[in-house]
């Protein structure tokens, strides 16, 4: 028989390995963050949007006009017009489910968040009290905002178009994206998607009820990013409001504040 040869194993020096380096702590805001920016932005919003309702100028400028004061209604009247108007859109947020989570969280702590304990004592109530009551008419306060946005959509589609001729503006583009992120927020509304669908046990018993099944569908799909849409439309119209305005000072040389 043949011998086998072994050949010895060369000495191999130990390889030093690294002890574990322990990775950072996420960062966690703390929990009263959230709530303090929520009462500065609202607060912010509805100071600036009152402001910006009683001024009664500068508010249209070519083919722009503020979505505050779409659509424009007695304009030679005592007050702003803007005054007749705008009170849908604000109600229509105050009464929304999403929002009215936000401000109870935020303004009246209740809860301030999840995990942590509510500052108020006695009975719950909910919303059948005044003016929390009010919350009920949010379905009418819907109805009124779908006219306002499409009188929206008709201003949007107006501003690409200047004395007879198709025009292209930054404030062109800046209203067409309010526009739009307002109809994700409308078209995201949980009262709509209860209204056209939602409100069915049973779809294969109802007229239309695969129509009605799949528009459902859709618009779940949208009610998933209802907060984002919220927020997005409040700073949108914001910025559009704000866009008109100084543009509209600057193009007439009048001051922005009166």
């Not at 966690?28 to 609202?42: K, N």
């Not at 659509?71 to 705008?86: Q, R, Y």
């Not at 409308?186 to 939602?198: A, E, I, P, T």
Request: charged share 10%; with cysteine; aromatic share 18%.
């Amino acid at each position: 028989m043949a011998s086998r040869v072994v050949t010895p194993a060369p000495d191999v020096a130990p390889v030093a390995v690294p002890p574990p380096v322990a990775k950072p702590a996420a960062y966690r805001a703390p929990w009263w963050l959230q709530p303090v920016l929520v009462v500065v932005v609202l607060s912010g919003f509805g100071l600036y949007a009152t402001w910006a309702a009683l001024q009664g100028h500068n508010y249209q400028v070519g083919p722009y006009l503020s979505p505050f004061y779409s659509p424009e209604i007695w304009t030679t009247g005592p007050i702003s017009s803007a005054v007749w108007i705008l009170w849908i859109p604000l109600l229509f947020r105050a009464t929304c489910y999403y929002y009215r989570k936000s401000y109870y969280r935020s303004f009246f702590w209740d809860p301030p968040a999840c995990a942590i304990s509510e500052p108020r004592r006695g009975g719950y109530r909910g919303e059948t009290v005044f003016p929390w009551v009010f919350s009920n008419l949010h379905r009418f306060f819907l109805y009124l905002s779908v006219v306002v946005l499409a009188f929206l959509w008709y201003d949007a589609l107006v501003a690409f178009t200047y004395q007879g001729r198709p025009y292209l503006g930054l404030g062109s583009v800046i209203l067409l994206v309010n526009v739009v992120f307002l109809s994700l927020y409308v078209l995201s509304c949980h009262s709509l998607r209860h209204l056209l669908g939602g409100n069915l046990d049973c779809y294969s018993c109802a007229a239309a009820g695969q129509a009605r099944y799949s528009l459902w569908s859709r618009l779940s799909q949208l009610n998933r990013r209802h907060g984002l849409y919220a927020w997005l439309s409040l700073f949108s119209v914001l910025f559009a409001d704000v866009y008109v305005r100084f543009f509209a000072a600057a193009v007439e040389h009048l001051p922005v504040v009166h």
